[in-house]
């Protein structure tokens, strides 16, 4: 296994961004050059700073450190320092938190809560989290990056960070992209056929018999055909009556939704699963006369790890090498030092 070093193992995580207002607790708060011990509420707005009700002269940024291992942001529990400072249009709040943690309450949040049987599938999970993280330099605690709600003390999930605590994935040396989703549906697709951008060596479009136990295989939405106008009408600023010949174009490899071409319209595959509200861009279109019938595959984007394909794995016996090496083709283990 590869070894690399690292200068610092803290994760800098947006949990909160142009917020009007925030509430923490249980923690040494700094402002300027002096600490205050702030055990109970203090709550932080645009208009002031409020303890005990009363308004008091503290300026932002602010830094809170835990009286007690953890720091209270809105009721939730995080470990490592809380900073709140000016955003954009409200307040932003930072956690500079341990890498492991934040693995560990990515991994909770992510794939969710699994029995012993299944750590095999967490372990994976731990890994392509914490290479995901080096991998991206500002992260946030949503969707858009990698889900993080704080504190996690789940002992099953606890014990696979733990035993697998620093190893992460790289190519060429460097953390690799380490994408992942829900399900795939059968078959994971290439960075180029959902985002349009070169596909680096180990993510790769290929069949995957593993994620048929998801609740997400198979879907279907119906839409009244007047609403199904509607939306694309709104969506491409003008309004369709109907009936219009739509062309579906797909990506060769994976077989999802590139682009819908509406006469000399063109709206993009992600922009269409979002004007419909889809669980990913592999689905059929079926026009009946009064209705459109969408049946779809899956969730997500497709791309990297499947995860319902990796509690798959895990149950027929691979280890979370075996996942990580059949989702991530030739990238490498790596162990921090």
């Given amino acids: 296994m590869l070894l690399l070093?690292?200068?610092?193992?803290?994760?800098?995580?947006?949990?909160?961004a142009d917020v009007d207002s925030v509430t923490v607790s249980g923690g040494y708060l700094?402002?300027?050059?002096?600490?205050?011990?702030?055990?109970?509420?203090?709550?932080?707005?645009?208009?002031?700073?409020?303890?005990?009700g009363k308004r008091v002269s503290l300026r932002l940024p602010v830094v809170i450190r835990p009286l007690d291992r953890l720091v209270r942001v809105n009721q939730i529990s995080y470990p490592g320092e809380i900073g709140i400072e000016p955003g954009g249009v409200g307040l932003e709040v930072i956690n500079?938190?341990?890498?492991?943690?934040?693995?560990?309450?990515?991994?909770?949040?992510?794939?969710?809560?699994?029995?012993?049987?299944?750590?095999?599938?967490?372990?994976?999970?731990?890994?392509?989290?914490?290479?995901?993280?080096l991998c991206h330099h500002k992260l946030s605690a949503g969707i858009e990056d990698q889900v993080y709600k704080g504190y996690v003390?789940?002992?099953?999930?606890?014990r696979a960070v733990s035993e697998t605590e620093?190893?992460?994935?790289?190519?060429?040396?460097?953390p690799i992209d380490a994408k992942y989703h829900s399900t795939c549906g059968g078959k994971t697709a290439p960075p180029s056929e959902v985002w349009g951008v070169d596909d680096?060596?180990?993510?790769k479009a290929k069949k995957d018999p593993f994620c048929q136990d998801s609740p997400h295989y198979h879907w279907q939405r119906v839409f009244p055909l007047v609403e199904f106008y509607q939306r694309l009408g709104c969506a491409l600023g003008h309004k369709l009556t109907g009936p219009v010949e739509l062309e579906l174009i797909r990506g060769q490899?994976?077989?999802?939704?590139?682009?819908?071409?509406?006469?000399?319209?063109?709206?993009?595959?992600i922009r269409f699963r979002r004007l419909f509200g889809l669980k990913s861009?592999?689905?059929?279109?079926?026009?009946?006369?009064d209705s459109v019938i969408i049946t779809g595959k899956g969730w997500g984007h497709g791309v990297g790890m499947c995860q319902w394909g990796a509690i798959g794995m895990a149950k027929r016996g691979y280890s979370y090498k075996q996942i990580l090496g059949y989702y991530y083709p030739g990238a490498k283990l790596a162990r921090l030092r």
């Fill in 5 to 16: 070093s690292l200068i610092s193992l803290l994760i800098r995580v947006t949990i909160l």
């Fill in 30 to 52: 700094k402002s300027g050059n002096k600490w205050y011990r702030a055990e109970e509420d203090v709550t932080f707005t645009t208009k002031g700073i409020y303890y005990r």
């Fill in 96 to 133: 500079r938190v341990d890498l492991e943690e934040y693995v560990a309450s990515v991994v909770r949040w992510e794939m969710g809560s699994l029995g012993e049987d299944l750590i095999e599938a967490l372990k994976a999970q731990a890994v392509a989290a914490r290479t995901y993280s």
């Fill in 153 to 158: 003390d789940d002992p099953v999930i606890r």
């Fill in 166 to 174: 620093g190893e992460i994935l790289v190519s060429d040396g460097r």
């Fill in 200 to 203: 680096p060596p180990y993510l």
């Fill in 253 to 269: 490899k994976s077989r999802r939704l590139i682009e819908v071409r509406i006469g000399e319209d063109r709206i993009c595959g």
């Fill in 281 to 289: 861009t592999y689905f059929w279109l079926s026009l009946g006369r």
